[in-house]
């Protein structure tokens, strides 16, 4: 016997339709790339999305097809996201750090049909236009500017596209398991690799991920995700706010720490998410300024383990840092950090220890641990093993693939070493591809980083195997100093003494300006190993 409830499909135009509606005068800020802030609301986006759903069908665009995004976080950026997905096409938002070459291969890939871009990407555009393939639409994300209008031939300009498009008009009808929207993980080895998210999966991370547990964003937060929206969908935020009616901060395309703290304090945010590097420049803005971050409660860390000296700095200002982890492939929000009833009863030391994990599962996601014989491994807090993952918004297969991506019993493996206690916390031990294979015994570069990074005189930390004659591999950290501090390298070294098993001590410590950081404002370990992979091997450097 079937229930007998209605059943409406779960899109993304349901979300801004809702939004538009009940949230009308809730306001959006938005960072301009000129740097002028500008005031919307969800009743002129909604307005606006529809507006360019309509204008898109009209050039001719069909259901499914697809329309990429070159943007920074902002208001045009956010009404193409609801018009594109939630007019039936798929929304495929671009890294504009890919290079040239991931840049084309991306486009073709996806076989777009529409490239939107904001005006200051329009050098990088012109550089791969020859390239593309597919692409039938171009259109710059502003006012129609006579100077480049000539760029590009039949270039369109978004606000008179939307002049052609319909506010009046619903939101069309779209299965709920059809694809609303593509993002290329990093692709550090190989080329970019597409997810392709649907209307369902996207409304169950939005409902699941916000939970009081969850993200637990509310109609009283004013939400800033400094997370670009080029990476899984800026965590889900845009959508997230949409059906909870949060007021937005969009941050444009400034990200340094000076720029988010004002940012922070202009507009009373309550919450900001982003990767811990974010948090880091944050942090030293914070130190130079007299802001007390009176307005912020809670920031939202992930992408990256989270530095655990960071957590008391946070908590001086009355912030509390909540750590979670996910991947492109996981839409990302998997797990989240939030405690148990009986963790109000430890310590402040311990509940710092217990924040440094990324967290346990949301309902609707799964872990496992396997050995490298694919034995399945107890979720005890100390065996460390392959961390795999299934749910409702975790990847199956890659965009354009013929095959699953997915275990032979239909899990996906992550790529990360970790544990899980008996509560489901877990914590990211490793990338197993980071990891450091010393003498037959693994050594966790996130550990030994957390270390560095909580010497008051460093900046920033990564530690990376370098290659050594006699135990394969030995830790080294590559450092950035904190300003006008000097340590040396014995200082740092001296610094690991007690804190880890003697054996586990880094090799070395080699001082740069900065660290190299990926397209999503990681640290780039594979062109650390490049650079540094051979030191112990220079010079009579190695230890026994
Ligand atoms: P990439 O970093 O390859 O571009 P993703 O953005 O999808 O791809 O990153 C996913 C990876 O980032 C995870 O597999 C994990 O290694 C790492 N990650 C994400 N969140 C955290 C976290 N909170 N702590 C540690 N590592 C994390």
Not at 511 to 534: I, W
Request: glycine content about 8%.
């Amino acid at each position: 016997m079937l229930g007998q409830m209605m059943e409406m499909p779960l899109t993304i135009g349901s979300l801004i339709a809702h939004a538009e509606r009940y949230h009308t005068h809730t306001e959006i800020i938005s960072v301009e790339t000129t740097g002028e802030r500008i005031t919307s609301n969800w009743g002129e986006v909604g307005r606006n999305s529809r507006k360019l759903a309509y204008a898109l069908r009209k050039l001719g665009i069909a259901g499914g097809d697809r329309c990429a995004t070159i943007a920074w976080n902002n208001r045009r950026h956010l009404e193409s996201y609801f018009g594109i997905s939630g007019g039936g096409m798929v929304c495929h938002t671009i890294n504009p750090r890919f290079s040239p070459e991931q840049l084309s291969f991306v486009v073709n890939d996806a076989e777009d049909q529409v490239l939107l871009f904001e005006q200051s990407f329009l050098p990088l555009v012109e550089k791969i236009y020859p390239l593309l393939k597919t692409v039938k639409h171009f259109v710059v994300m502003g006012p129609r500017d006579e100077n480049i209008a000539q760029a590009i031939e039949g270039l369109l300009f978004y606000d008179e596209l939307l002049t052609t498009g319909e506010a009046d008009a619903p939101w069309p009808e779209v299965d709920e398991r059809s694809a609303s929207s593509l993002c290329y993980t990093s692709g550090t080895t190989g080329n970019p690799k597409g997810v392709l998210y649907s209307h369902r999966s996207t409304l169950m991370h939005t409902l699941v991920g916000n939970q009081p547990d969850g993200l637990a964003l509310s109609a009283q937060d004013t939400v800033l995700p400094v997370v670009p929206m080029f990476h899984v969908n800026a965590w889900g935020v845009p959508y997230i706010a949409a059906a909870n009616g949060c007021k937005l901060v969009l941050p444009g395309p400034n990200l340094d720490g000076k720029s988010i703290l004002n940012l922070i304090d202009d507009t009373e945010t309550t919450i900001a998410l982003g990767v811990p590097t974010i948090w880091m420049n944050l942090l030293a803005a914070l130190e130079a300024s007299d802001s007390t971050l009176a307005s912020l409660t809670r920031t939202v860390v992930g992408g990256a383990p989270l530095p655990p000296s960071m957590i008391p700095v946070f908590a001086s200002y009355g912030v509390e840092l909540l750590h979670a982890w996910g991947m492109t492939e996981t839409s990302p929000v998997a797990t989240i950090n939030q405690f148990l009833q009986r963790h109000s009863a430890l310590s402040d030391t311990e509940k710092t220890t217990l924040r440094t994990g990324q967290g346990r599962p949301l309902f609707g996601v799964d872990l496992r641990l396997l050995d490298e014989n694919g034995e399945l491994l107890p979720h005890d807090g100390k065996t460390q093993g392959d961390l795999q993952v299934r749910g409702h918004w975790v990847a199956k297969r890659y965009f354009g693939q013929d095959k699953d991506a997915l275990t032979d019993d239909g899990w996906f493996d992550t790529g990360d070493v970790s544990t899980i206690d008996e509560d489901g916390f877990m914590i990211i031990r490793d990338r197993s591809k980071d990891i450091i294979k010393s003498g037959g015994e693994w050594i966790s570069t996130v550990e030994l980083e957390n270390i560095a990074i909580a010497h008051p005189e460093i900046a920033n930390a990564a530690v990376v195997a370098a290659r050594h004659d006699k135990w394969d591999e030995r830790p080294i950290v590559i450092a950035v100093k904190a300003p006008n501090m000097n340590p040396t390298e014995e200082d740092v070294l001296a610094f690991y003494k007690g804190k880890i098993l003697s054996w586990q001590i880094p090799d070395a410590v080699i001082f740069v300006d900065n660290l190299p950081l990926g397209a999503t404002g990681k640290v780039q370990k594979a062109e650390l190993r490049k650079q540094f992979g051979e030191h112990l091997m220079d010079k009579g450097k190695q230890n026994d």
